[in-house]
């Protein structure tokens, strides 16, 4: 990389690329993926399915199937809510390179990613409170019809 890519590189942000062909290959999450309503400071393997262990609550909420858990002894409430039609979340895994391949590379070959695994769904948790469609998580899927209007909306313009 030479001095004109590097000033270009820095005021645009950070250069790198997303390898979609290992997509195919990729494990499928779906039902797998929960956003818990704490922070963990831990990342390794660990047998979670030995003792999160979600359970279908029989109650019903605004339209949700209410699901209940414990985790460290706390009682979670949540509901699992697929993504929209023609989204798909990834899990992305940087691609390692060996150091010698490193020296003849620019920036963005070195930050390179590649998927890992994805999913079609994603429970969302709460403590103690039932889920709502007015919970921050579930809001957040109205920007989706946002994007896509605006999306809409520019491919005219320009």
């Keep these: 990389m030479d001095v004109m890519d590097a000033e270009r590189s820095s005021k645009n942000g950070v250069i790198g690329s ?10 499928d999450l779906t039902g797998q993926v929960h956003q818990l309503p704490c922070c963990i400071k831990f990342d390794g393997p660990c047998p979670v399915s030995d003792y999160f262990k979600p359970k279908n609550s029989g109650i019903e ?20 809510v697929p993504l929209p039609q ?12 060996d150091k ?15 998927i ?15 889920p709502s469609p007015d919970d921050t ?6 920007w989706f019809a946002v994007a ?9 313009i320009c």
């Design 86 to 97: 023609g989204y798909c979340g990834i899990v992305l895994e940087k691609r390692s390179h």
């Design 18 to 27: 997303i390898d979609l062909s290992s997509s195919e290959s990729a494990v």
């Design 116 to 130: 890992n695994a994805k999913f079609n769904s994603i429970t969302f948790w709460n403590h103690d409170i039932l």
């Design 61 to 80: 909420v605004e339209g949700l199937s209410v699901e209940e858990a414990f985790f460290r002894g706390r009682k979670l409430k949540g509901t699992t």
């Design 100 to 114: 010698k391949d490193s020296v003849n590379m620019d920036e963005g070959d070195l930050n390179s990613w590649e």
């Design 137 to 142: 998580h579930m809001r957040c899927f109205h």
């Design 148 to 156: 896509k209007a605006v999306s809409f909306y520019f491919r005219f």
